[in-house]
Every structure is written in C-alpha cells, then in structure tokens.
Nanobody
Framework: VQLVESGGGLVQPGGSLRLSCAASGVIFSIYTMGWYRQAPGKQRELVATITTGSRSNYADSVKGRFTISRDNAKNTVYLQMNSLKPEDTAVYYC?????????WGQGTQVTVSS
C-alpha cells in the first residue's frame, strides 16, 4: 500500500493550495479517505474525511474553507484549501481507513506565511 501526497508549499495568508494523494496497492473505492495535519509541537489532528459514498466531515477549524473530494477512477483524494491562515501551517498527511486498517502517506508541508 502506498499513499503519495503532493501539492504542499509556501503560500501567503488568504491564499489557496490543492493537495493530492494518489493511492496504489489498495482497492481505493472501499476506503474512507482522510487528511490529517500535525503542526510543530502538537498532536496530529483530523482535517477532513470522505467516505466511500462521498460523505464528508470536517474539523470545525476548516469548515467553509477546505473541501475534500475523491476520484475513484484515479485512486486519488484531494484537499482544496482556501482562505489559508498561518495556523493552517503543518505537515498534512493522507490516510486510508478500512475496518481496522489504517495506512498513511509520508506527508507534505504546508506553510502559510507572509
């Protein structure tokens, strides 16, 4: 199982980024996919999840600014991040969850700074 994130980088406050996570070695369509983040000195936290039926769930801190989506044909999950704030700075991790199994990507750095 391999999850590869991309799309991170440095952006100014108020800007946008789109993260992608390409999955291989899994039957992508049966997994709930998610994005988590970990800021320096803090625990990893949920950002957003999307079920096999494309129901999404968001952390309160990102509601209305971030959108998670998935393309089962491309085995890819996306996180569109708008109106970014400095407190969104973190390493963002992709997660695939099915029953008791969890798989993680290596993470991509997002830095929001002027």
């Amino acid at each position: 199982v391999q999850l590869v994130e991309s799309g991170g980088g440095l952006v100014q406050p108020g800007g946008s980024l789109r993260l992608s996570c390409a999955a291989s070695g899994v039957i992508f369509s049966i997994y709930t996919m998610g994005w988590y983040r970990q800021a320096p000195g803090k625990q990893r936290e949920l950002v957003a999840t999307i079920t096999t039926g494309s129901r999404s769930n968001y952390a309160d801190s990102v509601k209305g600014r971030f959108t998670i989506s998935r393309d089962n044909a491309k085995n890819t999950v996306y996180l569109q991040m708008n109106s970014l704030k400095p407190e969104d700075t973190a390493v963002y991790y992709c997660n695939a969850h099915f029953l008791g199994s969890d798989f993680w990507g290596q993470g991509t750095q997002v830095t929001v700074s002027s």
